[in-house]
């Protein structure tokens, strides 16, 4: 069965510091991965994808995340927070070859500070 | 050009009433995704429907909990015989007729249900 963690529930960084949120899945077969993003009271707003190709994935915003195979890992990185960047961050992982039923880690919330 | 619209936004209901919630999708979206999020948790796949079509309950609580998407007008969520625990937000998804997983799923603004 495949199962996505993340790893600090809460981060909190200062404006204009690297953001780090962390998230390691399992899955026994390739995985397709998913950044969304949710902002108070509002649905979940993709971010970014890796589905096949180049490891490196640049999303919406300045965000990025990378896949690494041999970490089981899709951390998601953006150099310079913005107060605007504070939400909640969900990663997720979809069985490949079929539909898209997102299995979601359980977040984390960003908070940004001056 | 509208995004997913889901209604009623909130809904307050008393243990054992029904709730009914619905999501339009996007404009020519044929697939239809239910999640369930709990307070503090991530989101949970409750169902996949095509129009007329349930794909996969893998997700559905047995009992009270059913899903419809027919051939005209919206999806709707029903929930039976509410408890507290039933109590979370609940957020539809869709995606294009051509599917597969590189499909992109849009989120509507969920309903937030509270069984008092």
């Known amino acids: 069965a495949q199962s996505v963690t993340q790893l600090g529930s809460h981060v909190s960084v200062s404006e204009g510091a690297l953001v780090l949120l962390r998230c390691n899945y399992s899955?026994?077969?390739?995985?397709?991965l998913f950044w969304y993003v949710q902002y108070p009271n509002q649905g979940l707003q993709l971010l970014l994808k890796?589905?096949?190709?180049?490891?490196l994935v640049k999303g919406i915003n300045g965000f990025e995340a990378e896949f690494k195979k041999s970490e089981t890992s899709f951390h998601l990185t953006k150099p310079s927070a913005h107060m605007s960047d504070a939400a909640e961050y969900f990663c997720a992982v979809s069985p490949s070859g079929g539909y898209n039923k997102l299995i979601f880690g359980a977040g984390t919330r960003l908070a940004v500070h001056p | 050009n509208a995004g997913v619209m889901q209604n009623p936004r909130h809904l307050v209901r008393r243990r054992g009433q029904e709730a009914r919630l619905r999501c339009s999708p996007m404009?020519?979206?044929?697939?239809v995704y239910w999640y369930r999020q709990l307070p503090e948790e991530g989101l949970k796949f409750m169902v996949y429907?095509?129009?007329?079509?349930?794909?996969?309950e893998s997700g559905m609580p047995k009992e009270r909990f059913s899903a419809e998407f027919p051939k005209e007008g919206p999806s709707i969520l029903r929930i039976q015989q509410v408890v507290r625990g039933d109590s979370a937000a609940y957020f539809c998804?869709?995606?294009?007729?051509?599917?597969?997983?590189?499909?992109?799923?849009?989120f509507g603004p969920g309903t937030r249900l509270t069984v008092l």
């Open positions: 998804a869709s995606s294009p007729p051509a599917g597969g997983v590189q499909s992109e799923q849009f």
């Open positions: 404009k020519g979206h044929s697939h």
């Open positions: 899955s026994s077969v390739p995985p397709y």
């Open positions: 429907l095509q129009k007329e079509n349930i794909i996969d």
């Open positions: 890796y589905t096949t190709g180049a490891t």
